[in-house]
């Protein structure tokens, strides 16, 4: 068990709609990265937050938002969805930020989104 | 801009093989390089890491040599068991950059 706990494990949806991941992340860490993993596209980036704000930003599309509140937890809000979208959305935290190998992610089991 | 690139799967070998997994790399910088594996059903874990050339990262009989020469980092098992089946990934991380570049996972699949 990393101690990231992501939910919902997995989420069904139509087209059009709009969905809203969790994550709570390890005792003690204060970024929390966000990636999409899909069979076409592979691991990407999408987003981190360091103690509520952004840091970096990836491949996230417009469509995609996240935030990250005053306990540490975070949300990936994902609007007008579309079949494309459809894949695995893991969310890992981090002691610090940066600092190459210093900063080891320690990842979710993931959020499987299949939207129909 | 910086990348990485595995040698492309699935991989299957049986109980007891030598297992060695390619990955090469592409960096401006000095990177730290990673192997995450991804158990069936579950999220990465973090297998090993290396900060530095010719530094060997190793863990349950894994290992993986920062090569800056070749700009590799293969993963090597001497012996491997059919728990060893998932998917390995190989990535690194500057530290002037917060995010992890991902090479596209290699399967590994281990008969009896």
């Known amino acids: 068990d990393s101690g990231v706990t992501q939910t919902p494990k997995h989420l069904i949806t139509a087209t059009g709609q709009r969905v809203t991941l969790r994550c709570s992340p390890r005792s003690g860490d204060l970024s929390v990265y966000w990636y999409q993993q899909s069979l076409d596209q592979g691991l990407q980036f999408l987003i981190q937050?360091?103690?509520?704000?952004?840091?970096a930003k990836g491949n996230i599309l417009e469509r995609f938002s996240a935030q990250q509140f005053p306990d540490l937890h975070s949300e990936l809000n994902l609007s007008s969805l579309e079949l494309g979208d459809s894949a695995l959305y893991f969310c890992?935290?981090?002691?610090?930020?940066?600092?190459?190998?210093?900063?080891?992610?320690?990842f979710g089991a993931g959020t499987r989104l299949s939207v129909l | 801009g910086n990348s990485v690139t595995q040698m492309e799967g699935p991989v299957t070998l049986s109980e007891e093989a030598f297992l060695t997994i390619n990955c090469t790399y592409t960096a401006t910088g000095y990177p730290s390089l990673f192997w995450y594996v991804q158990y069936p059903g579950e999220g990465l874990q973090l297998l090993l890491k290396a900060t530095k050339a010719d530094d060997k990262g190793s863990n349950k009989g894994f290992e993986a040599t920062y090569r800056k020469e070749t700009t590799s980092f293969h993963l090597e098992k001497g012996s491997v068991q059919v728990s060893d089946s998932a998917v390995y990934f190989c990535?690194?991380?500057?530290?002037?950059?917060?995010?992890?570049?991902w090479g596209a996972g290699t399967k590994l699949i281990i008969k009896p």
């Open positions: 990535a690194l991380s500057e530290d002037s950059n917060y995010q992890l570049i």
């Open positions: 890992a935290s981090s002691v610090a930020v940066g600092q190459g190998a210093k900063n080891i992610q320690y």
């Open positions: 937050y360091y103690n509520g704000e952004e840091r």
